[in-house]
């Protein structure tokens, strides 16, 4: 069984720029969620997708895009880059409704 | 609020058990859980308990849950230095998404 896996691992951005960070689900999970992490906090929900459509999301501006792709696979996309923007942002999937999600390593964003 | 709150640090020696605490935010949620962080590393999950249990045992791991209080806590017997990471407890709420709400994480140093 394959778990989650994310990139690019690390990744350098400067203020202004676009960004597309992709997660490849697990074997036969459907729905996918990305977290922000920032340094020091605890991760926070930014959006849930499930049937490639968009289900639910957190307190994240619109420059906080998704996908979400037949094969369940996902990108996270963030345009107009801000300093705050700096952060780990993981990955998680799981079958729609199931207890556990299972979280990819991460993909460390520094936005200079 | 949204805000789950834990301690930001616990100090153990070696061998001794460890008990970090969290107050969660909504008596309706319907999972909590315990993950553990590393140094770089995204989350790895330790335990869950659905919401009409007040206890769960895996191994080393103890989780007490307190609905009245929204109280939970997670103990870990003979504590080593392995063990050393940041925890992070998580709610799930009822709804239509799997988003959790994590906690600031406390962060666990076992000496010798």
């Known amino acids: 069984e394959t778990g989650v896996t994310q990139s690019p691992t690390h990744l350098i951005k400067t203020r202004g720029q676009q960004v597309t960070l992709r997660c490849s689900s697990q074997?036969?999970?459907?729905?996918v969620s990305w977290y922000q992490q920032a340094l020091g906090q605890g991760p926070q929900f930014i959006f849930q997708y499930y049937r490639e459509e968009e289900n639910g999301r957190g307190n994240f501006p619109p420059r906080f895009s998704g996908l979400q792709f037949p094969n369940y696979s996902s990108e996270l996309n963030v345009n107009a880059l801000e300093l705050d923007d700096s952060a780990l942002y993981l990955c998680?999937?799981?079958?729609?409704?199931?207890?556990?999600?299972?979280f990819g390593p991460g993909t460390r964003l520094t936005v200079l | 609020g949204e805000d789950v709150e834990q301690s930001l640090f616990l100090s153990v020696r070696e061998g001794d058990s460890s008990v970090i605490n969290c107050t969660y935010t909504d008596s309706s949620s319907t999972y909590l859980y315990w993950y553990k962080q590393e140094p770089g590393a995204g989350l790895q999950l330790l335990t869950y308990?659905?919401?009409?249990?007040d206890m769960k045992q895996d191994q080393r791991l103890t989780v007490l849950l307190n609905k009245k209080d929204k109280h939970l806590s997670l103990r870990i017997a003979d504590t080593q230095t392995g063990d050393s990471a940041i925890y992070f407890c998580?709610?799930?709420?009822?709804?239509?998404?799997?988003?959790?709400?994590f906690g600031t994480g406390t962060r666990l140093q076992v000496f010798p």
């Open positions: 998680a999937s799981s079958k729609t409704s199931a207890p556990v999600a299972a």
């Open positions: 074997s036969g999970h459907n729905t």
């Open positions: 998580a709610e799930r709420r009822p709804g239509n998404t799997d988003k959790l709400i």
């Open positions: 308990i659905f919401s009409n249990m």
